[in-house]
């Protein structure tokens, strides 16, 4: 799918023709005018479909790379065309099996360093092991800093990840992170009449009436489904009119964090919509959790429930429940592939394929990425 060209085009002005034994001086005397050659773009085996979005985002060609498995499983990677002096991106996602396609990100990683490119950014838009932040129990690994270390040690020089689990996984990289977010997650909000923002809060106490409204769930990470599906259950059993889900992780493990769409505040007395989003960490799974977050929202006042997956992992017993009926419209991106049979009626999925390559673009020129959470019109 072509999702037009980038937004930000490499500045520069119109382009100049020089002698062959100009070009290089005239590159080096003007520090903003940069090569579009000197940017490549290589896709692991992932998931390669969003990667030739991203490239066609961009107006390039994906790089040539051959990537094989051997019978004793070692993998194998070599570039097909020379790198020597570019900036790299490698997008990769560490999506299940996450071990071998981690391990399949760390030897790209080690052929473009031993190529000699210059600058190598890893595009990770699932990060595995971002759940694994801290110890919650004695004698535990802390497994994100390990698979920090590893890409840092392969060789790259900055990653680019999408949504992370926790901030704090920013931290355990020695080298330059850029966290960018699901916009595409809040233009769908916004076609409902709703904005995201990023207020964080311990919630405790709870309390709410959902009778005749629209919910929305959004969870960060999910399994089976099971504990959302009993949450919207019993929000329609308590009279909801429609609940959706928004889901940001949909690991479809554990869930951590659960973020609340209320829209009935004080605005709504002017005729305005003021829309809040409220993100509570916990670490409790049970189901009294789930509605105990529920019900301090709509205890505010809420205007739709929403379960949004940025990371669908399709597991039997969650297609099963996501489809039931219990939602009228499951929204989750691309950044982990969805296989056609997995698909049901109310399933909606968003690229982040101009996300992404947006923010590619501006790490190459040299511009702000942190603008992208604030102006959604640039992913349009």
Known sequence: ????????????????????????NQQEADPFKKNDTRLRIFSGTANPALSQEIACYMGLELGKIKIKR????????????SVRGCDVYLVQ???????????ELLVMIDACRRASAK????????????????????????????VANLITEAGAGRVLACDLHSGQSMGYFDIPVDHVHGQVIGDSLIRLGLLLLDIIMQVMNLIGDVRGKVAVMVDDMIDTAGTISKGAALLHQEGAREVYACTTHAVFRTRKNVAIVSTNHAGLLENRLLEWSV??????????????????????????????????????????RLSSGLFQEVIITNT?????????????????????GETIWRVHDDCSVSILSCNWSLMK
């Open 336 to 356: 982990i592939p969805v296989a056609e049979k997995n698909y049901f009626p109310q399933l909606t999925v968003l690229s982040v394929a101009n996300l992404l």
């Open 93 to 103: 996602p560490t999506s299940p099996p996450a071990n071998e396609n981690l391990m």
């Open 119 to 146: 600058n190598i950014t890893a595009v990770i838009p699932y990060f595995g092991y971002a759940r694994a932040d801290r110890k919650t129990q004695g004698r535990e690994s802390i497994a994100a800093k390990l």
């Open 279 to 320: 993100s509570l960490c916990y670490k409790s799974t049970t189901l009294d959790s789930v509605l105990k977050v529920i019900h301090l929202h709509l205890f505010v006042g809420f205007l739709v429930v929403y379960l949004n997956l940025l990371f669908f992992f399709c597991s039997p017993p969650a297609i099963e």
């Open 70 to 81: 051997f019978a004793d499983g070692e993998i194998y990677v070599q570039l097909q065309e």
């Open 1 to 24: 799918m072509y999702n037009g060209k980038p937004s930000v085009p490499i500045i520069g002005g119109e382009q100049v023709t020089f002698p062959s034994f100009l070009v290089s």
